[in-house]
């Protein structure tokens, strides 16, 4: 059974750093790629980063390029988002999921995404 579980999250204030944790369980993780999402209350999930299979190839939402670094450990079946220089608008809850991959590179696509983790949340306030 797919599985994918988020952590990492939690309160921080702004200008500081968190990194969310995507560990998979119950498929190849090394043949999908995996995307990280935000929705904040009131509007729609939005795409943050993304990795493809093997960790060639990554991509980025603008508004979050420059601070935030996605990277992945297949052994450990684990994605990472490092989240640095965090502003008061990165507070959502975070998804990380996974897409079959069939091209060497990854997209900001919900649709693209067949499985999802539960989320965790991340507030950023002072």
């Known amino acids: 059974q797919l599985q994918l579980v988020e952590s990492g999250g939690g309160l921080v204030q702004p200008g500081g750093s968190l990194r969310l944790s995507c560990q998979a369980s119950?498929?190849?993780?090394?043949?999908?790629?995996i995307g990280w999402f935000r929705q904040a209350p009131g509007k729609e999930r939005e795409g943050v980063s993304c990795?493809?299979?093997?960790?060639?190839?990554?991509n980025y939402a603008g508004s979050v390029k420059g601070r935030f670094t996605i990277s992945r450990d297949n052994a450990k079946k684990t994605v990472y988002l490092q989240m640095n220089s965090l502003k008061p608008e990165d507070t959502a809850v975070y998804y990380c999921?996974?897409?079959?991959?069939?091209?060497?590179?990854?997209?900001?696509?919900?649709?693209?995404?067949?499985?999802w983790g539960q989320g965790t949340q991340v507030t950023v306030s002072s």
């Open positions: 999921a996974a897409d079959l991959a069939f091209l060497k590179i990854c997209r900001l696509s919900l649709a693209d995404y067949e499985n």
């Open positions: 119950g498929f190849t993780f090394d043949s999908y790629n």
């Open positions: 990795i493809s299979d093997s960790g060639g190839s990554t």
